[in-house]
């Protein structure tokens, strides 16, 4: 038995072959004017923090302060990360074609984590750099680093709340964001610094603010690179148990087994679910269907489904024995408890009954 095949664009149709029966529901794609709205509100943000780095580099280098100049290159990461969404959202748009079965909106991942390993290098610089200082600090102009850091803080604040008002649960929208809050968060590290080096003369205070950067900096970084790599790997959503929705769907009225189930994420918000049904003989494998795909629709929030039903016979009931249904079986079989009908329980791991 072929594996059940990916999960089909907008406007799945039924059909089978050999006793199978396949469904699907389309995925939503209504999201051009959301995209729309997510393009206005990060080129609103693209254009505030790229007038003020200019400003920053140039008092930066005149207070000779660490901690602007860190903020400033933090700025232009932020600026290319605003860059990077915007192209990715308008790759991401382009309808499926030739080997590209889905279009390209994995680019909007491909954005998360370049902006996510941006990050991670920054920090590890920055670490570098404010490491140094601390050992042979320079003289820093606090006045001038205070009066910066406070109008960082002003523009900062507006490109944050722009963002938050876009759609954060893609993933290509809140890597642009943890840029914008964390270099927000660096401005008041900076006009701390700057305040101290200004009452007291201790210009460490300034390589201090620049290290207390860089840590954010990796702790934003590494959630980018996990959350996009699980999207990579193929890994269900996050929050997402598939055991749990394969019990669940072995205990549907007639289902006899469940097995090849695969969840995966193909870019952020957007999940998919494949799986091969058995039912009793005699069961209507299409009601069957219909309840499986309302079950994780309504439960599990998964729209793009792809089933393959089929009537459960000696010859399909083999899986995870001496002669499997298929040369390379995935994942575990989840059967019916003897309620349901079947002879055959399975474990709470959903591991088949031996």
């Not at 529901?25 to 693209?46: E, K, N, P, V």
Request: hydrophobic fraction near 45%; include cysteine; charge should be negative.
């Amino acid at each position: 038995m072929a594996e059940a095949s990916r999960a089909r664009t907008a406007g799945g149709r039924d059909g089978g072959h050999g006793g199978g029966h396949g469904g699907g529901h389309g995925h939503g794609h209504g999201h051009a004017i959301a995209a729309d709205t997510d393009r206005r509100y990060l080129t609103a943000a693209l254009a505030l923090i790229v007038a003020f780095m200019v400003v920053e580099v140039t008092v930066g280098v005149i207070a000779a302060s660490l901690a602007l100049i860190s903020d400033a290159a933090h700025m232009l990461t932020d600026a290319m990360a605003i860059v990077l969404a915007l192209v990715a959202m308008r790759i991401a748009q382009r309808p499926p074609h030739g080997g590209f079965t889905y279009g390209l909106k994995r680019a909007e991942i491909v954005s998360a984590q370049a902006n996510g390993i941006t990050l991670l290098l920054l920090g590890g610089y920055f670490v570098y750099e404010g490491v140094t200082r601390l050992v042979a600090p320079p003289e820093v102009r606090g006045a001038l680093v205070v009066a910066t850091g406070l109008a960082g803080i002003v523009v900062n604040l507006a490109a944050t709340w722009t963002l938050r008002r876009a759609d954060r649960s893609r993933l290509h929208v809140e890597g642009a964001y943890q840029h914008i809050l964390n270099d927000l968060i660096a401005f008041i590290a900076t006009t701390v610094a700057g305040a101290v080096i200004w009452a007291t003369g201790w210009n460490r205070a300034d390589a201090v603010a620049a290290l207390v950067v860089a840590g954010l900096m990796f702790k934003a970084g590494w959630g980018l690179v996990r959350d996009s790599g699980r999207v990579f790997m193929e890994a269900a959503p996050a929050g997402t148990n598939p055991a749990e929705i394969g019990r669940r769907t072995a205990a549907l009225e007639h289902v006899v087994e469940v097995h090849d189930l695969h969840i995966w994420e193909v870019t952020s918000g957007y999940a998919a679910l494949s799986a091969h049904i058995l039912v009793r003989p005699g069961a209507d494998c299409h009601q069957v269907r219909l309840a499986a795909e309302r079950l994780v629709r309504e439960e599990y929030g998964i729209e793009h489904t792809t089933l393959q039903v089929d009537h459960a016979t000696p010859e399909l009931l083999t899986i995870g024995r001496d002669t499997p249904h298929c040369a390379d079986p995935h994942g575990p079989a989840h059967r019916a408890g003897p309620a349901a009908g079947s002879s055959d329980g399975a474990g709470e791991d959903g591991r088949p009954a031996r």
